[in-house]
């Protein structure tokens, strides 16, 4: 991703486009682990030592609430950052807790259909998400 692509990313959410910004943003898009705060810190602290741990979760927290990014909480507590926006699942390695992204249109349609015919009282359906456990083969 060039710094242009990633400033006008940054620019269009409302926030004010900074080096520190663009330096996070572009760790997240280049990892595909669903990093934690502490992770992307690690990636981007090298290069950028002035960079400090809390301006890393301020960072984070102002993009998931600009909508250029998802937070979720995996399986042992642990809070995770995602850059997709696009609707799509998880699965979960149990033996090794990695997480990857798993898009399947087909099943977001079988699940939007099962819930439009077997409505929930007093809950509307957003947005459709599973985590999908197993271990690797």
Same mark, same amino acid.
């Given at each position: 991703?060039?710094?242009?692509?990633?400033?006008?990313?940054?620019?269009? +959410?409302?926030?004010?486009?900074?080096?520190?910004?663009?330096? &996070?943003?572009?760790?997240?898009? &280049? +990892?595909?682990d669903h990093p934690t705060a502490e992770s992307v810190y690690e990636k981007v602290k090298e290069a950028n030592p002035s960079i400090s741990l809390g301006t890393i979760y301020k960072t984070l927290e102002n993009f998931v609430r600009a909508g250029i990014l998802k937070k979720f909480t995996d399986d042992v507590g642990v809070m995770r950052f995602d850059p997709m926006l696009e609707t799509h699942s998880h699965l979960y390695f149990t033996d090794t807790q990695e997480i990857k992204d798993y898009k399947d249109p087909g099943l977001v349609l079988l699940l939007k259909k099962y819930f439009e015919e077997n409505q929930i009282d007093n809950f509307e359906v957003e947005e459709l998400s599973l985590v999908i456990k197993g271990k690797t083969k």
């Open positions: 991703m060039t710094v242009e692509t990633a400033k006008k990313r940054i620019i269009e +959410s409302g926030l004010k486009f900074t080096h520190q910004r663009m330096v &996070v943003y572009n760790a997240l898009q &280049v +990892s595909a």
